[in-house]
Nanobody, 124 residues
Framework: QVQLVESGGGLVQTGDSLRLSCAASGLILSIFTMGWFRQVPGKEREFVASIGRNNGQTDYAESLKGRFTISRDDAKNTVFLQMNSLKPEDTAVYYC?????????????????WGQGTQVTVSS
């Protein structure tokens, strides 16, 4: 059974940092493209970042480049999202996801396994 479990969310103030973790079980993380998405009420789940197999290429939503960093530790079956200089507009439920493929992708449909999400709230 594939399971992805996010953790590390919480309530922070503008300018603070958080590191989210996604622990995977039931799959070999190293062979999957991993992604982070976020969603706020009333809006579609949006792409945040992805990282390719072999800890290689990364991709970020243009508005988040320079503030967010995705990384992975395949030996621990864990993916991370380092979030710096947080803003109120970053408030959302953050989800990690896994998808097969040899190239990076942003399409939600390409990700076949999803975590339950972790809440990040950034106050002014």
């Amino acid at each position: 059974q594939v399971q992805l479990v996010e953790s590390g969310g919480g309530l922070v103030q503008t300018g603070d940092s958080l590191r989210l973790s996604c622990a995977a079980s039931g799959l070999i993380l190293s062979i999957f493209t991993m992604g982070w998405f976020r969603q706020v009420p009333g809006k579609e789940r949006e792409f945040v970042a992805s990282i390719g197999r072999n800890n290689g290429q990364t991709d970020y939503a243009e508005s988040l480049k320079g503030r967010f960093t995705i990384s992975r530790d395949d030996a621990k079956n864990t993916v991370f999202l380092q979030m710096n200089s947080l803003k109120p507009e970053d408030t959302a439920v953050y989800y990690c996801a896994a998808g097969p493929g040899t190239l990076l992708f942003r399409d939600r449909e390409r990700y076949r396994a999803w975590g339950q999400g972790t809440q990040v709230t950034v106050s002014s």
